[in-house]
């Protein structure tokens, strides 16, 4: 049985840090891609980053230079690690394992950038 585990999610303030993280069980870990996507209310779901088996990343324009995906093949863990953090940023993040033709979804951690 597959299994994603998002955690960390939290209410922070304007400029605050936090740090995600998705617990995966059930797949050869280190054969997937890893990403990190959010959805706010009302909005379509978005990618926010992304890491390859290899290690290469990829990142929204609207994140770079703010946030930084990880992963730790030993522990079956992918971490987006979000500073500087903005209103604009809340939303429910979602941790996503993907190979070419199968992909897996967590359920989700909700972030609240407010004063």
């Known amino acids: 049985q597959v299994q994603l585990v998002e955690s960390g999610g939290d209410l922070v303030q304007p400029g605050g840090s936090l740090r995600l993280s998705c617990a995966a069980s059930?797949?050869?870990?280190?054969?997937?891609?890893m990403g990190w996507y959010r959805q706010a209310p009302g909005k379509q779901r978005e990618l926010v980053a992304q890491i390859t088996s290899g290690g290469r990343t990829n990142y929204a324009d609207s994140v770079k230079g703010r946030f930084t995906i990880s992963r730790d093949n030993a522990k079956n863990t992918a971490y987006l690690q979000m500073n500087s953090l903005k209103p604009e940023d809340t939303a429910v993040y979602y941790c996503?394992?993907?190979?070419?033709?199968?992909?897996?979804w967590g359920q989700g951690t909700q972030v609240t950038v407010s004063s």
């Open positions: 059930g797949i050869f870990f280190n054969t997937y891609a």
């Open positions: 996503r394992a993907e190979q070419l033709i199968r992909d897996y």
